[in-house]
């Protein structure tokens, strides 16, 4: 029964996931941003699995490791997404009273990082060209764009409309899954809290990026905020039905008789 509620939930997230078009015309046009996203969401699959099992295999940790490694190869972005991989894992091990688990998990992280990230280094410093975002800006002006609220309000605003734009349809059907379904009695919280650490530290880092880009801001976003929403929205899916309870035990425990 319980690998048929896994089958009914993962069918629901797969039509949300074809209701947002933006996502599958992405893909067609052929952007790193869908393959980078399944770099994504492979890397908090596996620390889910990880985080929920009663015994933790630190393989499952380097295999996620790689995986965002892997993204980190794809785009710079990726970059990012390995270091709030990393970032997290002392607050999940802090969350979970778990604390001297640190110094074993994040070395984990690492070694199933590390042979892509030797290819990165290599690429990096014998034929990358610099970053344009940070290429001829000085502290000075970095510090200054950080602090300028325009700015802040130019960023929530953009990110908000290209939400919107992106999945109207979808976000409806999220909000009509919150309120029939409701949460999960027994899946373990554990399994979420890192998944969210990982996610809240990238929204915080493309929010400093589009901070400090050099570029015309409005110009910016417009070009480039539908693409960062798209690399994050599996991710974003796995967390929304790993929190919902599946219809069938639910449909079950209200005394109807499920389709299976």
Known sequence: MEALDAIALGLLAGLFLLGTYRFI????MLYADVP?????????????????????SLGLLALAGFAAACAAWTKNEGLLFLLCV??????????????RDIFREIPSCLVGAAPVLMVIVIFKFTISMENDLVKGQSRDTIWLRLFDASRVVLIIRGFLVELWQMGTISLFVA???LIFLGSSP???????????SVLLLMLAGYFLAYLSTPYNLAIYINHSMDRVLIQLLPSVLLLLFLYLDDPVAESLRRGQRGPY
Do not use: K
Not at 25 to 28: A, E
Not at 186 to 196: A, E, K
């Open 25 to 28: 015309r992405t893909g067609v």
């Open 36 to 56: 980078l996203s399944f770099y994504f969401l492979a890397a908090l699959v596996i620390m889910g699995v990880y985080d929920s099992a009663e015994r933790n």
């Open 86 to 99: 990393l970032a997290s894992r002392p607050v999940v091990c802090w969350m979970n009273n778990r604390s």
């Open 175 to 177: 909000g009509l899954s």
């Open 186 to 196: 027994t899946r373990p919280r554990r399994t979420i809290t890192g998944l969210v």
